[in-house]
């Protein structure tokens, strides 16, 4: 005689709740006044690698620099314009 599998009787301990259910918690920084700059590494391999980067993400765009003459980044530049912007102070030739 084959004998069927035994199901399973309902657990009379309470469940705990899920951990998906409840809000996970976030760990403190030891340091909390520290700001972390997530921001400057990117920047940096950005820089060091700008003509790799162009010419994966934007090959079409990369073909028509003249890689010979260097590149200047003007991130700086911008910053100030967009502050400048952002303050409402007009730019050279805005009339």
Not at 44 to 70: M, T, V
Request: glycine letters at 4%; proline letters at 13%; a positive charge.
């Amino acid at each position: 005689m084959v004998s069927q599998p035994s199901t399973p009787k309902p657990s009379t301990t309470p469940r705990a709740e899920s951990p998906l259910a409840t809000e996970p918690k976030r760990p403190t920084l030891p340091f909390p006044s520290v700001k972390t700059d997530y921001d400057s590494p990117w920047k940096d391999i950005l820089e060091i690698y700008f003509q790799s980067a162009l010419e994966l993400c934007f090959p079409q765009i990369a073909r028509h620099i003249n890689w010979s003459k260097g590149v200047q980044l003007l991130s700086k530049e911008f910053q100030k314009i967009v502050r400048r912007s952002e303050l409402g102070v007009p730019l050279q030739g805005d009339y």
